[in-house]
């Protein structure tokens, strides 16, 4: 299993947990920064995930520093970390998957897989390199 198709399985394996803003733990609550931190974690990145932000943070500058040691890339594989433009200031972060993308739904409040193309305009998005960090 390739690095990408860990952290999407990892993604996957944390539908259903409840939607809590700041949170990093499934069995408590994740937002869309939680996700991706858990989901990055079992494809074997240890780097450091954003913190201190609010709901209308809309700084990617601190997305883009916390990510760093992910290789750019077009969102399109799966395991592929992706940053959208959810609203006036507010951007939102997924995981790619086989079937379509994994995020912190707000409005459900949970953990969903959506089988759709993104709602939201893609600004940036990264990958694990199958074994290091870095390499695309």
Do not use: N
């Not at 995930?49 to 809309?58: A, E, F």
């Not at 399109?76 to 912190?104: I, K, M, N, W, Y």
């Amino acid at each position: 299993m390739s690095a990408g198709e860990r952290v999407a399985a990892a993604a996957r394996g944390i539908v259903g947990a409840r939607f809590r803003l700041q949170g990093r733990d499934p069995a408590t609550g994740l937002d869309c920064v939680g996700v991706v931190a858990v989901a990055l974690k079992a494809g074997g990145h240890e780097g450091p995930i954003p913190s201190g932000y609010d709901l209308r943070c809309g700084d990617a500058a601190r997305y883009r520093s916390c990510w760093a040691g992910l290789a750019p890339a077009d969102g399109e594989r799966p395991g592929d970390v992706l940053l959208c433009v959810a609203g006036p200031r507010q951007l939102h972060l997924a995981v790619r998957t086989s079937a379509g993308f994994v995020h912190a739904d707000a409005g459900l409040r949970r953990v969903v897989e959506r089988p759709e193309a993104l709602p939201w305009p893609l600004l940036m998005a990264w990958r694990l390199a199958s074994g290091r960090l870095g390499e695309s």
